[in-house]
Each structure stands twice: as C-alpha cells, then as structure tokens.
C-alpha cells in the first residue's frame, strides 16, 4: 500500500540551525501538507502546497519557514533558524484530490528537538 | 473561525468497555468531520468520516454522527479491543484546503 515517508525521525539540533525534514508524499498525489504539534498541544496547521507553490499558511509559517519539492518527489521543510518553541512532532501529510471528503494520508512524523 | 475540542485523555478502559471519546467543533460553513487514528510508531489515518449533516460515519466498530444541531462528531464503540490502543483525533475540513484537528485523546485498553 502507498504511504507517505518522512526522515529523519528523529532530529536533534541546537538553537540558531537550520534543519531540512524530509518528505515524500504518495506518487499521484497532488496536494502536500506540513502539520506539527507541540507536546499536548493541537495538531496545527502549518502549510499547504499545489501546483509547485504555497496554496495556504498559518501565521505560525514565518520567515524562518520554507518549503520546497525540489526534484518531483521529495517535498521539504526547512526551518532556517531554529528556536526552542520549534521542538515538536512534524507531520507531513498528502492529499490526490481538492474534494471536501478526500483523505488525507499521513507521514509517521519527524521529532524535532531543539537545545 | 474554524477549531474542533475533543476531551482530553488519557483514557483507559478494560477489554469490552463502552467507548465514547467527545469531540464539538466551531466552522464556518459546513464542514466535512473526520476521526483519524495514531497508532504506536505509525502516522495518522483516516478512521472515518461524515460529510454532511445526520452522516453517520463507522469502520472497524467505531461510529461517530454528524450533528449540526449540538456542533458535535463524538466517537463511539461498544466492545472496545486491546489492538484500538491509540491516540485517536478528530478533525474538520471546511471548504478550502485546510484540515483543523483537535489535541488527540489517548486510549489505552487494558486486558
């Protein structure tokens, strides 16, 4: 069965790096997405991508955020200058169709922590 | 704004329990509602969805009712097994490319 891959699982970084997660959605998809989620916190939204550019962001998707499909499979988040509050779980996640009941599928999720 | 409450967990219950896990949302719009599903170690899948008012969505026992009147998509099971141990989310997606999910609530299901 497809599934989304993501790497690394788990990452630890300090304060100020930069860190690249990793994703590759499901081949025919064509909608990507990046979730986190803080320790006990909501699942948030972070960013939606189509069609090679940002369709939708939160306010938490700053400066320090960017995301990239640089070669047709990989599709990457990249924080520039990592904070302590950017210690999470990142989901990434991919969707084939713009449909209000398509299914998202779901990545198992990159560790980031931030010393 | 959009945003979906579950209870907080986590919740335990014995083999064969009755499982209610709440879940109340605020949308604009009408929304499609979802319960996804973390199993240890893996990522989040879909577990069932409504996608309009009175849907009842169900698989693998769970079943949940869109309720429009009370803003509500509580997730229910009558005999619940060992192997539903999991974090279980409920989510809403309204029109646009957003999904909202709640903060997960944790079950764990003791022999």
């Known amino acids: 069965e497809p599934e989304v891959t993501q790497t690394p699982s788990h990452q630890v970084t300090q304060m100020g790096q930069e860190v690249i997660l990793r994703c590759v959605p499901i081949?025919?998809?064509?909608?990507f997405y990046w979730y986190r989620q803080i320790l006990g916190q909501k699942v948030e939204f972070l960013v939606s991508?189509?069609?090679?550019?940002?369709?939708?962001k939160s306010e938490i998707f700053d400066d320090q955020f960017s995301v990239e499909r640089p070669d047709g499979s990989n599709f990457t988040l990249k924080i520039r200058s990592t904070k302590l509050e950017d210690s999470a779980m990142y989901f990434c996640?991919?969707?084939?169709?713009?449909?209000?009941?398509?299914?998202?599928?779901f990545g198992e999720g990159s560790r980031l922590t931030v010393l | 704004g959009n945003s979906v409450t579950q209870m907080e967990g986590p919740v335990t219950l014995s083999e064969e329990a009755f499982l209610t896990i709440n879940c109340t949302y605020t949308?604009?719009?009408?929304?499609?509602l979802f319960w996804y599903v973390q199993y240890p170690g893996e990522g989040l899948q879909l577990l069932l969805k409504?996608?309009?008012?009175?849907d009842k969505g169900s698989n693998k026992g769970f079943e949940a009712t869109y309720r429009k009147e009370t803003t509500s998509f509580h997730l229910e099971k009558g005999s619940v097994q060992v192997s539903d141990s999991a974090v279980y989310f409920c989510a809403l997606k309204a029109p646009g490319n957003q999904f909202y999910f709640g903060t997960g609530t944790s079950l764990t299901v003791i022999p």
């Open positions: 991508f189509y069609n090679n550019e940002i369709s939708e």
């Open positions: 409504a996608t309009k008012a009175d």
């Open positions: 949308a604009t719009g009408y929304p499609s």
């Open positions: 081949s025919n998809h064509l909608y």
């Open positions: 996640a991919s969707r084939r169709d713009r449909g209000d009941t398509g299914e998202l599928f």
